[in-house]
């Protein structure tokens, strides 16, 4: 217990100046920050001899994370495998796919028809009964850990759902409780919070606030109406003139305090990477746009400290559906980090874009600068994820190159759904706004890739194209540098479920249409040669052997963008100790050249093949990976 407690000291000494500094900045309570290190060294000593061991090895590697051989897989408990212990049943198949990082989409209690996709938690410490119990989670996570597999779940730090405790004490009056979100009696409040912050959901949540009549009050709902916004604030700061908010005692660092527990017995079930879901909203101040404020990052700058105290092997991936040059600063500093990976948001949004213009201006632009940014920042890279693609895209370079907001979204709408003669993809719009005509767009990558329109005409030659345009996708979002995360289905091909609207409560939520239940009969397909599923989950199982093999795709390499000058072709240079690999990807349908003049001679990785680059001829949606020899 000796040598336990030493170790836990010297984590805790190595960050106590600045954890104590920044924490009495936010709340200046002695009281309550001792109580936070008790609680921090209860949670340690409660940590199993296998946890404290793997944080031990993953102390001395602390770049893990960042290894070319990760690979991620995001997925819905219930829809792969039913339960917790299903999903434990079927680990042998996601070593089958080289996944190494199994992303469980929210799992904890929350209620039915009003849970955003589980994001309105109602427990933090019990999962739906329905998935199994915390007990089958800390199991789980063993298995996982047998097979050198990482076990990723959501942290909502946000909000809870009206359901949760605190919510239920609030609602019956308890100020303590109230203090604990952010009520008001007055609409003043209200009108003079809407002045300076954005909505997030116009179309299906509008407003800021939802009113609850049976106390008389309003209550802050960013998100959605059942979804109740945590006070993380001194409560001094939002009391308004009127003095009618019930922030009277300094409860944000309960809230603070509280969250961490949470936190922290989450992760000694075993988890090994925490989500935090929506960190640019977790501090509001009047007067603010109530994102991204200083403050924020105080907290995600703690959080990762506390994490490093308790736990650290545990890794921080933020969440933040900003534009580029608002997501970068999640990462802190070198010397002050803060999450150790961000979602590569924008990069989803303008790979689509790059689909429907064959134009790659845009993506090449993005990726200058993310290659530009120093090498420990580590990016996560998909193509799809379970939310809708928002085309959050730099309007102000486009309309540059002639392609206005309104009319361009328009455009990429209908081009997504089918509606444009040349698209081969299918899917349906979310949160369409009658008025402005904006709205998202939801399908799986097969059918937006034309696998699903190429299998309903059974059209032999479209469905071969559409593979490969599937498979190129893959082949550079592995290219990338980061870590690169499938989306349960993709590696089978799986297309749009329209099931969802057989659904009373799903059929609101076209999101659905790429949730659907993993098709284990479709599956099997991988096993038969001249399938679709055999193509493609062999395809991306080479694209992951390639990337984990060749010294090119460590972090550490030097990467770049290289001119074509064909805007239909993207070109990415890697390059690591003498080694270099040329990728080219084409994103137009047709074929295209790219004229290049690299010298020497060079093969492609993925077809083994001899290969020249000079002014290269590529098929329409096709890649290659030309290593010089």
């Excluded at 298995?143 to 359901?163: G, I, P, Q, R």
Aim: aromatic letters at 12%; hydrophobic letters at 35%; charged letters at 30%.
């Amino acid at each position: 217990m000796r040598k336990t407690n030493d170790i836990f000291e010297k984590r805790l000494a190595k960050h106590m100046d600045e954890l104590r500094w920044l924490y009495m900045e936010l709340y200046d309570n002695e009281a309550m920050f001792a109580e936070l290190c008790e609680q921090m060294q209860n949670y340690y000593r409660a940590r199993n001899a296998k946890l404290r061991k793997r944080d031990l090895e993953k102390e001395k590697d602390q770049a893990w994370y960042r290894k070319k051989n990760m690979l991620g897989m995001m997925l819905y408990i219930d829809n792969f495998a039913g339960n917790l212990r299903g999903v434990k049943g079927k680990l042998k198949y996601l070593e089958e796919c080289g996944v190494n990082c199994v992303h469980l989409m929210p799992f904890l209690d929350s209620p039915k028809g009003r849970s955003d996709g589980g994001y309105a938690v109602a427990d933090f410490r019990k999962v739906k009964p329905e998935l199994g119990t915390i007990e089958d989670l800390a199991d789980l996570a063993e298995a996982c850990h047998e097979k050198d597999m990482n076990l990723c779940m959501d942290f909502v730090m946000n909000h809870t759902s009206e359901d949760h405790e605190w919510a239920q004490k609030a609602r019956m009056g308890e100020g303590e409780y109230m203090s604990r979100y952010f009520f008001c009696d007055n609409e003043n409040y209200v009108r003079e919070y809407e002045k300076t912050v954005p909505q997030v959901f116009p179309e299906t949540a509008p407003g800021n606030f939802t009113w609850l009549p049976e106390i008389g009050h309003y209550v802050l709902t960013t998100f959605y109406p059942y979804q109740w916004d945590l006070n993380y604030a001194n409560p001094a700061v939002f009391v308004d003139m009127t003095k009618s908010i019930l922030h009277l005692a300094n409860l944000g660092v309960e809230v603070f305090n509280e969250m961490m527990y949470n936190f922290l017995f989450l992760v000694n079930q075993g988890i090994d990477i925490l989500r935090i879901d929506a960190v640019p909203y977790i501090w509001k101040e009047m007067g603010t746009s109530c994102r991204n404020l200083p403050q924020v990052h105080t907290i995600v700058r703690m959080m990762r400290m506390i994490g490093e105290i308790v736990c650290p092997s545990v890794v921080l991936l933020g969440e933040v559906v900003m534009e580029p040059e608002k997501v970068v600063p999640y990462f802190g500093t070198i010397e002050k980090p803060e999450c150790h990976m961000l979602y590569n948001v924008t990069m989803m949004a303008t790979t689509w874009n790059t689909v429907a213009t064959r134009d790659t201006r845009l993506l090449r632009m993005q990726l200058d600068i993310m290659n530009n940014l120093p090498k420990e920042y580590t990016f996560l890279n998909y193509l799809r994820c379970h939310d809708d693609i928002g085309w959050g895209l730099d309007f102000q370079t486009l309309s540059g190159w002639g392609m206005q907001e309104v009319p361009h979204k328009r455009y990429l709408n209908d081009f997504f759904t089918g509606k444009i003669a040349e698209s081969v993809s299918r899917g349906e719009l979310y949160n369409e706004d009658p008025i402005t005509g904006d709205a998202r767009f939801c399908a799986t990558t097969a059918s937006m890739c034309g696998i699903e329109s190429a299998g309903f005409e059974q059209n032999e030659e479209k469905k071969k194209r559409a593979v490969r345009f599937d498979l190129m996708l893959h082949a550079y979002m592995m290219v990338q540098s980061g870590i690169p995360m499938l989306y349960s289905g993709d590696e089978i091909g799986q297309v749009n479920d329209y099931t969802y609207k057989n659904d009373p409560e799903k059929r609101v939520d076209s999101r659905y249409i790429h949730r659907g239940k993993f098709d284990w009969k479709l599956a099997d397909g991988r096993k038969r040669k001249g399938t679709v599923q055999k193509e493609l989950f062999d395809g991306i199982g080479k694209l992951r052997s390639i990337r984990s093999k060749e010294k090119v795709f460590d972090a550490s390499a030097n990467v770049w963008t290289l001119d074509t000058w064909e805007n239909g072709i993207l070109g990415v240079v890697r390059e690591l100790e003498g080694e270099q690999m040329t990728a080219l990807f084409n994103f137009a349908e047709e074929d295209r050249t790219a004229w290049i003049e690299e010298e020497g001679e060079y093969i492609d990785l993925y077809t083994g093949k001899k290969v020249s680059l000079q002014a290269i001829k590529m098929e329409g949606h096709s890649f290659v990976l030309a290593k010089k020899c």
